[in-house]
């Protein structure tokens, strides 16, 4: 598909942001069940950040290097979390951990929008002869 | 956008804890209260909360697992009355004892505090999402 713009550090950022929301409505939905009795809560997992890399090709200078593969669409594993306690009710949201993950997604979607702004600043950089 | 989704799931919590807030409020309003519509002194209310899926669409992996919370019901505490001897009350039966509600107040207090502290922690989360979505916005500006 050929966009408008089409740039490799686009279309990465673009992906980790939505990977990045969907982390934040984990959080959200373990937040929102915080004091249901029974309710596990819910990691996700996702299968690029295995050191996938698509469309941002290294440089290979010996036949012993690994090529990185290609990037499929986003494959998301949900799996239960590791209870660092369960309350006698059966649930196993830890506050604590909530929202220390939902600063660092926080956190890393602002840091992300923020490369996009630069990149995106850098083209028109170019695009305007150095004016815009 | 799967921002939404984090907003609509953090609003059932909301929800959930402010119904919380409800009934402990309705609790201690009617600690002493020994007439009601069904007969009898109050009975504690206490709600019940359950995880619900979202309705998404079917090839959601991810909306699949992710619960909202819902008051399934508002459960009343069947605990026998407590019963004091105040022979000149209106309500005392043939020896003298008023049956008074089973309520606890250091056990709502507790209850009101957790509910709060629960509805704090969606109202970040809320805050949190909303904060995402201004720095997505500001990419182009």
Redesign the interface.
């Known amino acids: 598909m050929t966009r408008p713009v089409d740039d490799a550090v686009i279309r990465q950022l673009q992906e980790s942001?939505?990977r990045?929301?969907?982390r934040?409505?984990?959080?959200?939905?373990n937040?929102?069940?915080?004091?249901?009795?029974?309710?596990r809560a819910?990691r996700?997992r996702f299968a690029e950040e295995l050191g996938k890399v698509g469309g941002l090709e290294m440089s290979r200078t010996e036949r012993g290097h690994l090529a990185p593969k290609t990037s499929g669409p986003t494959?998301?594993t949900?799996y239960e979390a590791a209870a660092s306690r369960v309350r006698q009710d059966g649930n196993t949201v830890d506050?604590d951990q909530?929202?220390t993950a939902?600063?660092a997604?926080?956190g890393r979607?602002?840091a992300a929008?923020?490369i996009?702004?630069k990149r995106?600043a850098l083209m028109r950089y170019a695009v305007t002869d150095g004016k815009g | 956008m799967s921002l939404q989704r984090a907003f609509a799931i953090s609003a059932t919590g909301l929800t959930a804890q402010r119904t919380r807030m409800e009934t402990v409020a309705s609790n201690l309003a009617n600690a002493r209260t020994t007439r009601t519509p069904e007969g009898g002194p109050y009975r504690r209310q206490a709600p019940v909360f359950a995880a619900e899926p979202l309705s998404v669409s079917f090839d959601d992996t991810l909306g699949r697992v992710l619960r909202s919370v819902q008051v399934q019901r508002i459960a009343q505490d069947d605990s026998e009355p407590l019963l004091r001897y105040e022979p000149g009350h209106p309500d005392a039966d043939a020896a003298g004892f008023v049956a008074y509600p089973n309520i606890d107040p250091v056990k709502e207090m507790v209850d009101m505090l957790s509910a709060t502290r629960s509805y704090e922690a969606n109202v970040t989360v809320v805050r949190s999402v909303k904060d995402m979505g201004q720095h997505a916005l500001q990419i182009i500006a």
């Open positions: 942001l939505g990045l929301s969907m934040a409505s984990v959080v959200a939905s937040l929102a069940n915080v004091d249901t009795p029974g309710y819910q996700v494959r998301a949900v506050v909530e929202m939902l600063a997604v926080q979607y602002n929008t923020q996009v702004r995106l």
